[in-house]
């Protein structure tokens, strides 16, 4: 009788059994523990879905491949992407189920479409679809479109670290000491502020730190931060404006806290900018624009109200 041992896959093979692949050495026979399967396995309908439903999580992860990186902090020797599809993976494939029949039946599916079923599943399943899970930083879901920037928000003493990942790449960093810190895609740095004052303009104290001088390096990715004007000190009342850069849209806080934009994750801090602000009491204004997924630096200014007759009922005869 032939001595059977389990041998790995890669050696070669003499041949095939009932679908198990064997090799014969020095009168012993040697098999693979499991069984080959055969060809016609792979062409059932539910084989066939499951391929489909594969090919379409692999288009939503190329599509999202920059991100991830950035987003999704990697287990053991894994890959962010690795370690975000075994976040999701129940999801994703209920969420594209439908479409996979799609696919499989001919139909041309788009990357369009699988972003707009996960989307839809997301909408309706908000803690599903882990699209942040970096390590330190509170993890963050989709809960309908994948949004252009990502915030991500973590504890540093008794402050925030806010840190806005962009579509594109770039990264700006808010921290605790009110320094900002934006590095582009290619890995380069651009320090807008220094968290001090009114900023303006996208004034830099730390120049370009990584600058155009290795060829075909990226320009850093910068936005002008907004300008708060008002009338300080007032009496009682004052109306304050914010303006920012042609076609960025500006989000603002009134409590002294660092805003941040709204990314259907549940992580921002702010209100969008829509109409001017009136003040009835001593605020600090800030402010901060965001275009094209590129966040601007702080910028901050504080209305006084005056005291004694200034500060005073005014009109009373």
Same mark, same amino acid.
């Given at each position: 009788m032939a001595q059977v041992k389990q041998i790995g896959p890669g050696r070669k093979t003499s041949g095939t059994l009932d679908g198990i692949t064997y090799v014969t050495r020095n009168g012993k026979t040697y098999v693979r523990s499991t069984p080959t399967m055969p060809v016609s396995a792979y062409r059932t309908p539910a084989a066939r879905k499951r391929q489909a439903i594969f090919t379409l999580i692999q288009m939503h992860l190329k599509f999202h491949l920059r991100t991830i990186r950035q987003t999704v902090t990697p287990k053991g020797n894994g890959t962010p992407t690795n370690r975000y599809y075994s976040l999701n993976a129940k999801a994703l494939n209920r969420a594209l189920d439908a479409l996979a029949e799609r696919f499989v039946a001919g139909d041309d599916v788009s990357i369009t479409d699988v972003e707009a079923a996960i989307a839809a599943y997301a909408a309706e399943h908000?803690?599903?679809?882990?699209?942040?899970?970096?390590?330190?930083?509170?993890?963050?879901?989709?809960?309908?479109?994948?949004?252009?920037?990502?915030?991500?928000?973590?504890?540093?003493?008794?402050? =925030?670290?806010?840190?806005?990942?962009?579509?594109?790449?770039?990264?700006?960093?808010?921290?605790?000491?009110?320094?900002?810190?934006?590095?582009?895609?290619?890995?380069?740095?651009?320090?807008?502020? =220094?968290?001090?004052?009114?900023?303006?303009?996208?004034?830099?104290?730390?120049?370009?730190?990584?600058?155009?001088?290795?060829?075909?390096?990226?320009?850093?990715?910068?936005?002008?931060?907004?300008?708060?004007?008002?009338?300080?000190?007032?009496?009682?009342?004052?109306?304050?404006?914010?303006?920012?850069?042609?076609?960025?849209?500006?989000?603002?806080?009134?409590?002294?806290?660092?805003?941040?934009?709204?990314t259907g994750s549940g992580q921002a801090n702010g209100q969008l900018y829509t109409e001017p602000i009136t003040l009835t009491d001593t605020t600090t204004v800030k402010a901060i624009a965001i275009k094209d997924g590129v966040s601007s630096s702080v910028a901050t200014h504080t209305f006084t109200k005056g005291t004694g007759n200034g500060g005073g009922v005014q009109g009373e005869d």
């Open positions: 908000p803690t599903s679809i882990r699209i942040a899970s970096l390590s330190g930083y509170q993890e963050v879901y989709l809960i309908g479109e994948w949004p252009a920037t990502i915030t991500l928000n973590a504890n540093a003493g008794d402050s =925030t670290v806010i840190i806005i990942v962009a579509e594109n790449g770039s990264t700006t960093t808010y921290n605790s000491d009110g320094t900002t810190v934006t590095v582009n895609g290619s890995g380069n740095e651009n320090h807008p502020s =220094t968290g001090s004052g009114q900023e303006t303009g996208g004034s830099s104290t730390g120049g370009n730190t990584g600058g155009n001088t290795g060829g075909g390096a990226e320009t850093p990715v910068t936005v002008a931060a907004p300008t708060i004007t008002g009338t300080t000190p007032f009496e009682e009342t004052t109306e304050v404006t914010i303006s920012g850069p042609a076609g960025a849209s500006i989000y603002y806080t009134l409590d002294g806290s660092t805003p941040t934009h709204s």
